[in-house]
């Protein structure tokens, strides 16, 4: 799995460097592997569109100041989760969201813990809809609050290296953040080119 060092670094080189490792979560000894497919940077010291902006620390945010490697998994809408990864040092409050991935293993329980139906039951449309957005993701993979604050370094959720690595980065303008005055222009996202699993192109 990926280490300490990996992620108490630059945000923007481990929001990229995370692209195309496999991110592992294990639900009752079983392994869902997915494949981190786009990523979005958050520093929230200098970003409006961060929750930390401004070092502004809250009871929903504190993770995000806690050492590198951490889970930072919110909630939006007053129905869905998002899972970030903490970065840089400690009291540096930036994180990665992840905002896409590509399924790989575990994918009836991903299908079961999103749409309640074996993967064989679901539609062609329901398979490409199955993690390619953040809170789709935390859907298939049971990432909720109940992980918010654990670190990157247990065998219940962490990161690990792939042999996966020929292919081309984006790097593009972050979503739904209109709020975000300048920093909606931050050319803070990044994806694999032509992944089909990014939520948007």
């Known amino acids: 799995m990926l280490n ?14 995370l692209l195309g490792k496999n991110l592992i979560r294990t639900i009752n000894g079983q392994k869902l592997i997915s494949r981190i497919v786009e990523t979005e940077a958050y520093i929230g010291p200098i970003d409006k569109a961060a929750h930390s902006y401004n070092n502004k ?12 490697g951490h889970a930072y998994i ?10 970030n990864i903490v970065t840089e040092e400690k009291d540096k409050p930036c994180a990665v969201l992840i905002r896409a ?17 074996s993967i064989s039951d679901i539609t062609k449309y329901q398979y490409k809809n199955l993690t390619n957005g953040p809170s789709k993701l935390c859907m298939a993979l049971n990432l909720d609050k109940n992980l918010n604050g654990i670190n990157l370094f247990t065998e219940e959720l962490y990161v690990e290296e792939s042999n996966y690595n020929n292919f081309e980065v984006v790097e593009t ?9 300048e920093a909606r222009f931050f050319p803070w996202r990044f994806y694999i080119k032509d992944n089909h699993w990014v939520s948007q192109k």
Not at 78 to 83: H, L, P, S, T
Not at 106 to 116: A, E, Q, T
Request: charge should be negative.
């Open 74 to 83: 919110y909630f939006i809408y007053g129905m869905y989760y998002c899972f």
């Open 57 to 68: 620390k809250t009871a929903r945010n504190e993770v995000m100041f806690a050492d590198a």
């Open 101 to 117: 991935t590509q399924p790989l293993e575990g994918i009836d329980l991903m299908s079961f813990n999103r749409y309640k139906k």
């Open 173 to 181: 303008t972050r979503i739904n953040i209109d709020y975000a005055e």
């Open 4 to 17: 300490y060092d990996f992620y108490n670094r630059d945000t923007l080189i481990v929001a990229k460097e």
